[in-house]
């Protein structure tokens, strides 16, 4: 999962990891520029899924509420690529959604988080990590606030997706049925 804007245009892509000079190959599955959500999944290319341990998301029924967060990201540096992660640290905020009669803004509100961790240019995608558990995925930055996509957004997007806006799937259920697509 990363932000649409960061594979805007790209249908197939090349994924570098740390410490390694061996380029992974993967494939854009899904997008949605509205709420700047993309799914990528690596092709089918021997060891690299096998040697990753993957992030898990937190519970959709877990409050948001506010407290410490960590933003993981590979930003820009000016000669070269950065070889480990940046880690960003803050806390997030929730809106209230129950200020406002407004549908739109109820929705809005739960799918982004309003967070103050310090961030770089090139760390959009990168996972908002409660604990050891995906919260978030960074998203834009206006005026020195941060804004990320949160879990409940995610899983909207993912049942919107699958046509199934009603179902009660979890996440991992539905990235495994996108990844046999």
């Keep these: 999962m990363t932000c649409e804007h960061v594979v805007r245009g790209y249908r ?3 994924i570098f990891f740390p410490g390694e ?4 190959k993967a494939r854009v ?3 949605d520029p509205t709420i700047d959500l993309a799914l990528i999944s690596f092709l089918p290319d021997g060891d690299c899924l096998q040697r990753r ?3 898990r998301f937190a519970d959709l029924n877990a409050p948001l509420n506010c407290g410490a967060v960590r933003m993981i990201g590979y930003h820009q540096v000016p000669q070269g690529r950065l070889l480990s992660p940046g880690v960003f640290d803050g806390n997030l905020t929730v809106q209230e959604a129950d200020q406002t009669d407004d549908p739109e803004m109820k929705l809005r509100s739960i799918q982004f988080l309003n967070c103050n ?6 760390t959009s995608g990168g996972p908002i990590l409660k604990g050891n558990r995906v919260v978030g995925v960074n998203s834009d930055s206006f005026g020195g606030h941060k804004f990320s996509i949160s879990v409940i957004g995610v899983c909207n997007t993912l049942r919107r997706w699958l046509n199934m806006e009603n179902s009660g799937v979890g996440i991992d259920d539905m990235l495994a049925m996108l ?3």
């Design 21 to 24: 000079t061996k380029a992974y």
């Design 179 to 181: 990844a046999r697509e």
């Design 117 to 122: 961790y310090a961030s770089e240019p090139g």
């Design 29 to 31: 599955l899904r997008h």
């Design 53 to 55: 341990v993957p992030l």
């Design 12 to 14: 197939e892509l090349q």
